[in-house]
């Protein structure tokens, strides 16, 4: 027979540790739910998106890309990772620092014609500064760059 | 322009505040160990140095953004000549060098505030806590020294102006909010210290309880401003009208304040019962290390953020080895020290203490899943071999809403049970009609306002009721046997007011919360001059737009009328705005701020023809976030000022010296020493 107080002891410990196990189980399920991708130009051009599927896209937005209409808030760019292009369809007001020739993140999903239709666009927030997801972008499509031009001078 | 010296004695003094902060660590601590007064009385002369000498660099920082001096790197990356004075002074903590400087200063500033405020406390134990945050100190200044020093120079080519202030800082909250959000960060080093110096000593009892109370408070009441003015700045100041975004740097300081939260309630039971002393310990340590790893996160430049500084690996190595060695020494001695924190388990499975550890529960599980989804991003590229991913707001949401909805039903029993044991028939007795007004108002009201069903602000309001007519009859019934309700206010006790004041603070935050995330309205629209767009009961009409000159900006100012029932209701002034020094645009809320609603404008860009695009909001409720923060960090104050705490501290000085005269000097050492 366990003493009154070993016994309170185990049940709270018990007790705490379902409530954890149940945590845990509700954090895990949420997060696998809630996970925005990202993918690079390079990765959408490659048709490794599923349409309708939440993602981010990055990348830098092409010069003289930018196409405003004058009856409505729709905006179409080009983000690119200077090997491969991705159109961006965005209804809204961009962010301040949205510039041609600066690094860009948009949320949304691809559309079956192949644009990215956009929910939500960011862009950095300061002069020194770019975002890991834009600099992972770049760099990829640099190695493949690089990787082609190896495979050219081998040949 | 001749180079100016200055710059060097804030580098010198910087150096000198290393030097005398790792004496403080080794010196006052060795003396604890081994007995030696003379050791141990250094601690307090060796802080009040490290205080002057931390201050000297702050100062002449600040010296040299006044002056324009841009041969200081760090002046020419956050200055301009041009920069209005407050800026150039706040310019200060505007970068990573310079707002680790500040941070450290702070740090300084509360050991300067331990040791005045602890003449009571056992010598030996002071020692020990201002030896610890010595030790945090030196491996600030050495930080700073080796990986991120304010007064490296541009020489011998130094620039002629300087690349200015991000434009997003050059605002009034940003004045404040790094202060207050620093000073209570840096005050749960306080609190961590004293949950070291108790593991050295094994002392940890209801006294040691009693001296970090006060501590834990200020500093999480602190933290509570620091925080409520980072959101509203966000609010105002970002433009996107949002005021939490679950950002990978807000996250940190939310953990630290919801582990600060079970901290302060867990306090409360090891003083008052003497039980969860090692939880209380832990919660202590815990809290300094998300202080810490915020700073990691926003440092190392790991994750994409508003507030990542230029990422470099080696600072974040640097803060992450300072991390292992503080945190994983910390919870070394937690686990070497563990079998002396033997608590009593005197209580009941219905009674306060219950209550109290399912509010720890609640809280600690609510910090760990907002971590997890804060570091899960940086796990994933890294298990993955590079894919990124990030964790939206949805995740977080998820978890954190249902916690908080439990935890608010729990708010409404806590203060009402009893110590030790309550029987299920008392808090029938107590809670029966509070929960049948609860819910009853709580659904009537909103659905009469809406003529729908909405679950949402139903939930909201029932529960909000629920703790606010609970804490009602509690006082009611504490007041009860007193000759005047009058009387019986003032009988009650300074830290119970504040309980309540903080309580009522978090149900306010609670529904402003909800019911604005539920109710806001947005529009964008694109509108000609003399054209409107309606949202809600409100017209609003565009007039045009001028320009406008700031003292180192061009502006261009929208005049737009408000109209409500067809009369004109007043006007709003949304502003674009670009900073000449670094040519970066800026938006300008225009914003109408009442006790039930905000509205809000943002400004686009202009379109053909004088057309401009812009973002009107509706927000209801939306203050109430800030409002019930102010009552929360009110209520951690109030509960301070609490006579205990000083009585106790009197009482205490008094024994102090019966037991040195008693003893004979030199044998005078601290009492309590285990």
């Given at each position: 027979?366990?003493?009154?107080?070993?016994?309170?002891?185990?049940?709270?410990?018990?007790?705490?540790?379902?409530?954890?196990?149940?945590?845990?189980?509700?954090?895990?399920?949420?997060?696998?739910?809630?996970?925005?991708?990202?993918?690079?130009?390079?990765?959408?051009?490659?048709?490794?998106?599923?349409?309708?599927?939440?993602?981010?896209?990055?990348?830098?937005?092409?010069?003289?890309?930018?196409?405003?209409?004058?009856?409505?808030?729709?905006?179409?760019?080009?983000?690119?990772?200077?090997?491969?292009?991705?159109?961006?369809?965005?209804?809204?007001?961009?962010?301040?620092?949205?510039?041609?020739?600066?690094?860009?993140?948009?949320?949304?999903?691809?559309?079956?014609?192949?644009?990215?239709?956009?929910?939500?666009?960011?862009?950095?927030?300061?002069?020194?500064?770019?975002?890991?997801?834009?600099?992972?972008?770049?760099?990829?499509?640099?190695?493949?760059?690089?990787?082609?031009?190896?495979?050219?001078?081998?040949? | 322009?001749?180079?100016?010296?200055?710059?060097?004695?804030?580098?010198?003094?910087?150096?000198?505040?290393?030097?005398?902060?790792?004496?403080?660590?080794?010196?006052?601590?060795?003396?604890?160990?081994?007995?030696?007064?003379?050791?141990?009385?250094?601690?307090?002369?060796?802080?009040?140095?490290?205080?002057?000498?931390?201050?000297?660099?702050?100062?002449?920082?600040?010296?040299?953004?006044?002056?324009?001096?841009?041969?200081?790197?760090?002046?020419?990356?956050?200055?301009?000549?041009?920069?209005?004075?407050?800026?150039?002074?706040?310019?200060?903590?505007?970068?990573?060098?310079?707002?680790?400087?500040?941070?450290?200063?702070?740090?300084?500033?509360?050991?300067?505030?331990?040791?005045?405020?602890?003449?009571?406390?056992?010598?030996?134990?002071?020692?020990?806590?201002?030896?610890?945050?010595?030790?945090?100190?030196?491996?600030?200044?050495?930080?700073?020294?080796?990986?991120?020093?304010?007064?490296?120079?541009?020489?011998?080519?130094?620039?002629?102006?300087?690349?200015?202030?991000?434009?997003?800082?050059?605002?009034?909250?940003?004045?404040?909010?790094?202060?207050?959000?620093?000073?209570?960060?840096?005050?749960?080093?306080?609190?961590?210290?004293?949950?070291?110096?108790?593991?050295?000593?094994?002392?940890?009892?209801?006294?040691?309880?009693?001296?970090?109370?006060?501590?834990?408070?200020?500093?999480?009441?602190?933290?509570?401003?620091?925080?409520?003015?980072?959101?509203?700045?966000?609010?105002?100041?970002?433009?996107?009208?949002?005021?939490?975004?679950?950002?990978?740097v807000e996250n940190p300081p939310l953990i630290t304040w919801l582990l600060g939260t079970a901290l302060i309630h867990s306090l409360a039971a090891t003083e008052k019962r003497g039980v969860f002393k090692s939880w209380t310990v832990l919660l202590a340590i815990l809290a300094f290390a998300?202080?810490?790893?915020?700073?990691?996160?926003?440092?190392?430049?790991?994750?994409?953020?508003?507030?990542?500084?230029?990422?470099?690996?080696?600072?974040?190595?640097?803060?992450?080895?300072?991390?292992?060695?503080?945190?994983?020494?910390?919870?070394?001695?937690?686990?070497?020290?563990?079998?002396?924190?033997?608590?009593?388990?005197?209580?009941?499975?219905?009674?306060?203490?219950?209550?109290?550890?399912?509010?720890?529960?609640?809280?600690?599980?609510?910090?760990?899943?907002?971590?997890?989804?804060?570091?899960?991003?940086?796990?994933?590229?890294?298990?993955?071999?590079?894919?990124?991913?990030?964790?939206?707001?949805?995740?977080?949401?998820?978890?954190?809403?249902?916690?908080?909805?439990?935890?608010?039903?729990?708010?409404?029993?806590?203060?009402?049970?009893?110590?030790?044991?309550?029987?299920?028939?008392?808090?029938?007795?107590?809670?029966?009609?509070?929960?049948?007004?609860?819910?009853?108002?709580?659904?009537?009201?909103?659905?009469?306002?809406?003529?729908?069903?909405?679950?949402?602000?139903?939930?909201?309001?029932?529960?909000?009721?629920?703790?606010?007519?609970?804490?009602?009859?509690?006082?009611?019934?504490?007041?009860?046997?007193?000759?005047?309700?009058?009387?019986?206010?003032?009988?009650?006790?300074?830290?119970?007011?504040?309980?309540?004041?903080?309580?009522?603070?978090?149900?306010?935050?609670?529904?402003?919360?909800?019911?604005?995330?539920?109710?806001?309205?947005?529009?964008?629209?694109?509108?000609?001059?003399?054209?409107?767009?309606?949202?809600?009961?409100?017209?609003?009409?565009?007039?045009?737009?001028?320009?406008?000159?700031?003292?180192?900006?061009?502006?261009?100012?929208?005049?737009?009328?408000?109209?409500?029932?067809?009369?004109?209701?007043?006007?709003?002034?949304?502003?674009?705005?670009l900073y000449l020094a670094s040519n970066s645009p800026a938006t300008e809320m225009a914003i109408d701020g009442r006790f039930l609603r905000d509205l809000f404008i943002t400004l686009g860009e202009e379109r053909s023809q004088g057309a401009w695009s812009m973002t009107i909001h509706i927000k209801p409720f939306v203050?109430?976030?800030?409002?019930?923060?102010?009552?929360?960090?009110?209520?951690?104050?109030?509960?301070?000022?609490?006579?205990?705490?000083?009585?106790?501290?009197?009482?205490?000085?008094?024994?102090?010296?019966?037991?040195?005269?008693?003893?004979?000097?030199?044998?005078?050492?601290?009492?309590?020493?285990?």
């Amino acid at each position: 027979m366990m003493k009154p107080h070993r016994k309170k002891r185990l049940s709270i410990i018990l007790f705490i540790s379902a409530g954890l196990a149940i945590a845990i189980g509700l954090s895990l399920y949420a997060l696998s739910n809630n996970i925005d991708l990202f993918f690079t130009p390079t990765q959408v051009a490659n048709g490794e998106v599923e349409p309708g599927r939440r993602i981010r896209v990055g990348g830098m937005v092409k010069e003289e890309s930018i196409q405003r209409t004058d009856e409505s808030l729709d905006v179409r760019f080009i983000a690119t990772d200077y090997n491969h292009d991705v159109t961006v369809q965005y209804s809204g007001i961009l962010p301040d620092l949205f510039r041609e020739g600066q690094g860009v993140v948009a949320e949304g999903s691809m559309s079956p014609e192949g644009h990215f239709v956009a929910s939500r666009v960011l862009a950095r927030h300061d002069e020194n500064y770019m975002s890991n997801e834009v600099k992972s972008a770049l760099d990829a499509a640099e190695r493949d760059r690089e990787a082609m031009m190896q495979q050219e001078a081998s040949n | 322009m001749p180079v100016s010296a200055i710059p060097e004695v804030g580098n010198f003094a910087l150096i000198l505040a290393f030097c005398l902060a790792l004496v403080l660590a080794v010196v006052p601590m060795i003396g604890a160990a081994r007995d030696n007064v003379l050791w141990m009385n250094l601690a307090r002369p060796l802080t009040a140095g490290v205080f002057v000498m931390v201050s000297i660099a702050l100062v002449v920082l600040g010296y040299s953004f006044v002056t324009d001096d841009f041969s200081v790197a760090y002046v020419a990356n956050h200055s301009n000549s041009q920069l209005p004075l407050q800026y150039k002074i706040t310019a200060v903590w505007g970068g990573h060098e310079g707002s680790f400087l500040f941070w450290t200063w702070m740090l300084t500033g509360w050991m300067v505030a331990v040791g005045v405020f602890s003449r009571a406390l056992p010598n030996e134990f002071v020692a020990r806590v201002l030896a610890v945050m010595g030790f945090i100190t030196a491996s600030y200044a050495l930080f700073m020294l080796a990986t991120s020093n304010p007064f490296d120079r541009l020489l011998p080519l130094p620039p002629g102006d300087g690349g200015d202030l991000n434009s997003a800082l050059q605002d009034f909250a940003f004045i404040i909010h790094p202060p207050a959000l620093y000073m209570g960060y840096v005050g749960f080093a306080v609190v961590f210290a004293f949950a070291i110096a108790a593991l050295l000593s094994g002392r940890l009892d209801a006294a040691w309880a009693r001296w970090c109370r006060p501590w834990a408070n200020f500093a999480w009441a602190i933290l509570t401003l620091g925080i409520a003015l980072g959101s509203w700045w966000a609010y105002y100041e970002l433009g996107w009208g949002g005021w939490w975004a679950w950002d990978p740097v807000e996250n940190p300081p939310l953990i630290t304040w919801l582990l600060g939260t079970a901290l302060i309630h867990s306090l409360a039971a090891t003083e008052k019962r003497g039980v969860f002393k090692s939880w209380t310990v832990l919660l202590a340590i815990l809290a300094f290390a998300a202080s810490q790893l915020g700073t990691f996160i926003t440092r190392s430049g790991l994750l994409t953020s508003v507030h990542a500084f230029a990422s470099d690996p080696t600072r974040g190595v640097y803060i992450l080895g300072f991390m292992v060695v503080i945190v994983g020494g910390a919870l070394l001695l937690y686990a070497l020290r563990s079998p002396m924190m033997r608590s009593e388990f005197g209580f009941g499975s219905l009674s306060r203490e219950v209550f109290l550890l399912a509010n720890n529960i609640i809280l600690v599980v609510a910090s760990a899943a907002i971590l997890l989804g804060t570091l899960y991003p940086m796990v994933y590229q890294a298990m993955s071999g590079g894919n990124v991913i990030s964790v939206g707001p949805p995740y977080f949401n998820t978890i954190f809403l249902p916690l908080m909805a439990i935890l608010v039903l729990f708010l409404g029993i806590g203060p009402v049970a009893r110590w030790k044991r309550t029987s299920m028939a008392y808090l029938r007795q107590q809670l029966t009609k509070v929960a049948i007004a609860a819910v009853s108002l709580g659904v009537i009201i909103p659905v009469i306002l809406t003529l729908g069903l909405p679950i949402g602000a139903i939930i909201t309001t029932v529960l909000a009721f629920w703790v606010l007519f609970s804490m009602i009859r509690d006082i009611r019934g504490k007041i009860a046997n007193k000759s005047s309700t009058l009387a019986g206010l003032k009988s009650l006790t300074v830290s119970y007011w504040g309980m309540q004041i903080a309580h009522f603070g978090f149900i306010v935050l609670m529904s402003g919360a909800v019911l604005t995330s539920i109710y806001s309205q947005e529009r964008s629209v694109l509108l000609q001059p003399a054209q409107s767009a309606e949202l809600g009961e409100y017209t609003f009409v565009f007039q045009g737009v001028e320009g406008l000159r700031g003292p180192n900006y061009n502006a261009q100012r929208a005049t737009i009328n408000v109209v409500k029932d067809g009369e004109a209701w007043m006007d709003l002034y949304p502003e674009k705005r670009l900073y000449l020094a670094s040519n970066s645009p800026a938006t300008e809320m225009a914003i109408d701020g009442r006790f039930l609603r905000d509205l809000f404008i943002t400004l686009g860009e202009e379109r053909s023809q004088g057309a401009w695009s812009m973002t009107i909001h509706i927000k209801p409720f939306v203050r109430w976030i800030w409002l019930g923060a102010i009552f929360i960090a009110l209520g951690g104050i109030v509960a301070i000022t609490d006579k205990r705490y000083r009585r106790f501290r009197l009482k205490q000085a008094a024994m102090d010296q019966a037991d040195n005269t008693r003893r004979q000097p030199p044998a005078g050492e601290a009492t309590g020493a285990a």
